[in-house]
């Protein structure tokens, strides 16, 4: 289909000279000098995509059927992809089907396209290269990757009995074959990651029945336990992990997995919970790291349990249980956060000013700052917190995390009911990040007192 583009001068120019510069670098691929791959390669890495383009076009028209034709036929479809012109890049694909059916590269770069689109969330398109893999290169090495990759779309798009499908397949057809329980294992990792829990369990459970003597069957199991407390099947998990730590006490993965599983413990503010694995992890490893951040998480539960009042004690625990230790910052800052969900804000801002007066160089640092406002807003130190934030806007103003801080601080301000002052600053996020991802949401919270739009905003609480 024919594209009406109008080519302004300074375009028109670029695509002059990357025409003079493949004329210059082309005919022999000299090694004193960049081939036009490479040459397109580099704009396209310095985001001059029309010269990109131009030179992978040229390649294509003038070594038609050669190597380096199908390598720029890909990279077409690519660059499609990574400016987000899906339809061309759809074009293009196709036209790398059709023109190079036979090339024996064709899966691995089919294959790789499919990645990308997967990482730009784009499951139909990614499905479709997969299966035709699949389908068209049954006896390629990657195969049995793209079959899983097939039903992994399918899960994303919620086509769960067709995923099912696949998946009975892909076992089937690839029964005994060495790299299926990975295949399977990282099939569950992504139902995990995108928050389909039941689905991440169902092939978990496949590993752990089926697979029992593969390298994955302990991690499989311990993230059975995961997806159950993800579901909220408490008692479940709590079974599994008590099994777990009769069978695999001598495994030397165990340990680093029962942290894990805490931190998901903590995340779900079982905190009594969580606080019995790290526990666990201190006392099978108490001169490992993963002992420090066990230990430290102890400090902060005792201060979000009520066992101890005295933020100033677990700082002080911290500091000399620590010293020196890359990750104080962070730790503190996850104590705190812990203490802001239990409603214990005085603790929380004690602790996170604690970061902002002693470790302004950290990474936790604008943060803290953010929530030491966050907890005068919540104690009702209004004065505070609004010159505490006026502070924080003019310190940080190109920090990468501001918008999304300021706009959780303008939901805690709602939280309490002040309405003001939230809508000053959902304003100042107007005015000032128009192309945020929450900017709409933004508008629409200055003209309705809501507290949060359920499911399409953040929570209002640190992170």
Known sequence: ????????????????????????????????????????????????????????????????????????????????????????????VDVLIADFAEHPELPAALYDIANHYWNKDKYEQAKRLHKYIVDNKPNSDLAMGAQTWVAGSDIRLGNYATAQEEIDALTTDFAGHPQLPQMIYDLANSCWYAAKYEQARQLYKYITDNMADSDFALRAQVWVAGSDMKLGNYAAAQEKIDTLIADFAKDPELTGLIYKLADEYWYAQRYEDARRLYQYVLDKEPDSDLAIWARAWINGLELMLGNSTSAQQVIDALVKDCAGHPGLAQMIYGIANGCWYVGKYEQARQLYKYIADNMPDSDFAMRARAWVAGSDIMLGNYTAAQEAIDALIKDFPKHPQLPLTLYKLAGVYYDVERYEDGKRLYQHIVDNWPDFEYATAAKFMIEHRVKNLEGLTPYHHPE
């Open 1 to 92: 289909m024919a594209k009406k583009i109008l080519i302004s001068f300074s375009v028109l120019l670029g695509v002059i000279l990357a025409g003079i510069t493949l004329f210059l670098v082309a005919a022999e691929y000299s090694t004193d000098t960049l081939s036009p791959l490479e040459q397109a390669k580099t704009y396209e890495t310095d985001g001059n995509y029309t010269q990109a383009e131009v030179i992978y076009r040229s390649i294509v028209a003038n070594y038609p059927g050669t190597d380096p034709a199908f390598q720029a036929q890909k990279n077409l479809a690519l660059l499609c992809i990574a400016t987000r012109n899906y339809p061309a890049a759809q074009v293009e």
